[in-house]
């Protein structure tokens, strides 16, 4: 696999699912240092632990991108996150077909306004197509809009209004946006990946798979590796 694969830089929230990710490839990995950070390159990618949330993952994705010697061609968020069922139970793979952010915006007496409908910014990014599917084929991964929230949902409730505003969700977790907004900065195209460890609702620590879904994680990126080669050696202006 060429070297120059590094032009994907993968971001997680911490240092486990960094982890998991180069696990996929064997041996450790090569280790630089950046102000703030560190990047873990193995199997030709650049992984990130960014920390948590859409504002600590905006901040050392863009950083990243603008800090590398050679302009990156992707990048990836990628950990675990919470399946909406019965689309995406535990254990399985969710790859985002669109990135949204699920509370950015307002609440009024009429219920919740999205950032876009108070005049301002934007509340979503499409990820290639075409590389969607090709990650989906290649994992058995199920596709669909990644939800990105700042509160993570602990209620049937919460659940329920989030399907009702977004009844493609497959998936919640807290990073997707921050990167996407980063990635749209530079110009770069962002995909996201997340494996499923709990079920988006009530709040059972006790039902949480963390472990399962890690494992799930390095599984499917020692099968996308070669999908991104592809997709970034002649696909990616397709799109």
Known sequence: ??????????????????????????????????????????????????????????????????????????????GIGGGFAPAAPVGSLVVARRIVAADLGAQTPDGFVPVTGLGFGRDWYLPPRSLVRAVAAATGAVSGEVLTVSTVTGSAARAAELLAAHPGAVAEAMEGFGVAEAAELLGVPVLELRAVSNAVGPRDRAAWRIGEALAALTEAFGKIAPVLEGWTLHDRHLD
């Open 1 to 78: 696999m060429r070297d120059s694969l590094a032009r994907v830089l993968v971001v997680t929230a911490v240092p486990v699912e960094r982890d998991a990710v180069t696990r996929a490839f064997g041996d450790g990995p090569r280790v630089r240092s950046v102000p703030g950070a560190e990047i873990h390159r193995a199997g030709g990618l650049d992984v990130l632990a960014g920390g948590a949330g859409p504002a600590a993952a905006a901040a050392s994705a863009a950083f990243a991108l603008a800090a590398a010697p050679t302009p990156y061609e992707l990048i990836v968020s990628a």
